[in-house]
Nanobody, 125 residues
């Protein structure tokens, strides 16, 4: 079982940066791929970034490439999303998610059985 808790959201001006964290209480997180998704008001939840269980081969949505960086510290059972050059359109609730052990990361939210409660990111113009 993988339990996830996000933190690090907040209010930031356009062009600013935030670092989201996703902490897991279970040892299985170290062998699980993880991803970040986001949901803006009135919109469907969308893929942001994903990374394999070994913290390799990151995948990014086109809208965040070159601005966001996903990482994973297996020793700390924690994943991160570094967000730079934030834009108002990045405003959303951000969720971290994890897959089962030793499978590959994907962009499909339906492949992720474990989810955090979400953290709000608001970017003002």
């Amino acid at each position: 079982q993988v339990q996830l808790v996000e933190s690090g959201g907040g209010l930031v001006q356009a062009g600013g940066s935030l670092r989201l964290s996703c902490a897991s209480s279970g040892r299985a997180f170290s062998t699980s791929p993880m991803a970040w998704f986001r949901q803006a008001p009135g919109k469907e939840r969308e893929f942001v970034a994903a990374i394999n269980w070994s913290a390799s081969r990151p995948i990014y949505a086109d809208s965040v490439k070159e601005r966001f960086t996903i990482s994973k510290d297996n020793a700390k059972n924690t994943g991160y999303l570094q967000m730079n050059s934030l834009k108002p359109e990045d405003t959303a609730v951000y969720y971290c998610a994890a897959r089962s052990r030793l499978v590959t990361a994907t962009t499909d939210q339906h492949e992720y059985p474990y989810w955090g409660q979400g953290t709000q990111v608001t970017v003002s113009s």
